[in-house]
Nanobody, 122 residues
Framework: QEQLVESGGGLVQAGGSLRLSCAASGRTFSMDVMAWFRQAPGKEREFVAR????????YYSDSVKGRFFISRDSAKNTVYLQMNSLKPEDTAVYYCAAGTYYSTSYNSYDYWGQGTQVTVST
């Protein structure tokens, strides 16, 4: 059964760090691209970062470049999002996604997790 389960969200002060995890099961981890998106209240879901299965190429949105880092551990079938220097505007529900196309569009992804809340206080 294809499934993505996020964890690691929580409340953190501005300037702090969090690491999100996405555990993949079924064929999801073998898909070509794993990505993180986020959605704040009243806003559309937006792309955050993505990583290709091989050769591990990464890409980030301008809003998180240099602060967030995506990685994957094949032995654990897990994708991570290390978030540093967090800002209040990073507050959102963060979703893990898996797909075939190396895209920033949420329509391009086939599987989604349930989301994990990240709240950054001032």
């Amino acid at each position: 059964q294809e499934q993505l389960v996020e964890s690691g969200g929580g409340l953190v002060q501005a300037g702090g760090s969090l690491r999100l995890s996405c555990a993949a099961s079924g064929r999801t981890f073998s898909m070509d691209v794993m990505a993180w998106f986020r959605q704040a209240p009243g806003k559309e879901r937006e792309f955050v970062a993505r990583i290709r299965r091989s050769p591990g190429t990464t890409y980030y949105s301008d809003s998180v470049k240099g602060r967030f880092f995506i990685s994957r551990d094949s032995a654990k079938n897990t994708v991570y999002l290390q978030m540093n220097s967090l800002k209040p505007e990073d507050t959102a529900v963060y979703y893990c996604a898996a797909g075939t196309y190396y895209s920033t569009s949420y329509n391009s992804y086939d599987y989604w997790g349930q989301g994990t809340q990240v709240t950054v206080s001032t």
